[in-house]
């Protein structure tokens, strides 16, 4: 089985000087491809560096480049500058990780919702597709997306925690939906173990968010509590056993979305 996360922070400083030992723990694990989520400029600029860096062919490491929610007010433009050159990087594969967060509230939500319509009409004018952020803001979400959606390749919503009306209201718009280990967490996951099984293929794709979000259902688990890539497949055992299928097949259908919509080798 290959799996590709399609949402790795590998640029945290909890992986200071192991970047390379985690990719490779990854790609033991049968994780083949990771994507590298960019979430401001600077962050953006460092993931396509370090994705230069260790993986010099470009064949297993990827990245996207955008502004966060929470550093939407930084947004001016100079930023829509410079994020239109590292868009023009051939390893950056999608506009992102931007969106929209009413739970924390970092930067202001006038000025988050102007960010994510300017990094829309960037990926719609490219023709890139987007990495999604959503926190408490999914009526928002979608009525911002539904004006930009026609003209966009495709987008993802990345790491779903939501209800059943606003995945269903993403699916409506036919977006993607990437689960986590969020789907492990007896606490606060297990709504989604019924809702997973109704996210068509082909539109379902897997991501660690490492070094976030660490499955609580793996055993044994790490000294650190860090979340890799190599941990992937316990998501992939949960997701396969509430969508009723092996996970061969799970594998199999999130792994050719995860290509088809980064357009990955």
Known sequence: MQLIDIGVNLTNSSFHDQQAAVVERAVQAGVVQMVLTGTSLQVSEQALTLASQLDPESLRLFTTAGIHPHDASHWDNASERLLRELLAQPRVRAVGECGLDFNRDFSPRPQQEKALEAQLALAAELGLPVFLHEREASARLLAILKVYRDHLPAAVVHCFTG???????????????????WICDER??????????????????????APYLLPRSLR??????????????????????????????????TTATAKAFFQLP
Do not use: C, W
């Open 220 to 253: 044994p688990k790490p000294k650190k509590g860090l979340n890799e890539p190599a941990f992937l497949p316990e998501v992939l055992r949960e997701v396969a056993l509430h969508r009723g299928e092996s996970l061969e097949q799970t594998a199999a259908h």
């Open 188 to 209: 606060r996951g297990t709504h989604l173990h019924p809702l997973v099984g109704n996210i068509p293929e082909g539109r379902l794709m897997l991501e660690s968010d």
């Open 163 to 181: 209800e059943r009306q606003a995945l269903f209201a993403y699916l409506d718009l036919d977006l993607h939906i990437g689960i986590t280990g």
